[in-house]
């Protein structure tokens, strides 16, 4: 997990948890990256971690540019915490 800062503003930085996922899927192309911002429910993708980080510091600013245009508030950015969880075999099974 990384800490992404966004200055929103003249006077403000913000600072959102990142949370890193590699890519799996078989039809996506190789050695690319999710990166997950949960804080704001936004995901988005790049190649290697740092082109999932770059693309999710474009995507933030994007998100704050519509939500200052349409007049919302920015909400702050919570902590993220990152857990794991593991299904039995007979979960996967079922299935």
Not at 25 to 52: E, R
Request: net charge negative; hydrophobic share 40%; proline share 7%.
């Amino acid at each position: 997990m990384l800490t992404l800062s966004l200055r929103c503003d003249s006077l403000t930085t913000m600072n959102f948890g990142v949370l890193f996922e590699k890519v799996t899927d078989k039809d996506f192309p190789p050695k690319h990256f999710y990166a997950h911002v949960p804080s704001v429910g936004l995901t988005t993708h790049g190649l290697g971690v740092d082109g999932a980080r770059a693309a999710a510091a474009d995507l933030l600013g994007l998100w704050f540019v519509e939500k200052h245009a349409t007049g919302e508030p920015i909400p702050p950015a919570g902590e993220t915490l990152f857990s794991t969880l593991e299904l039995p075999d007979d979960a996967l099974q079922s299935a």
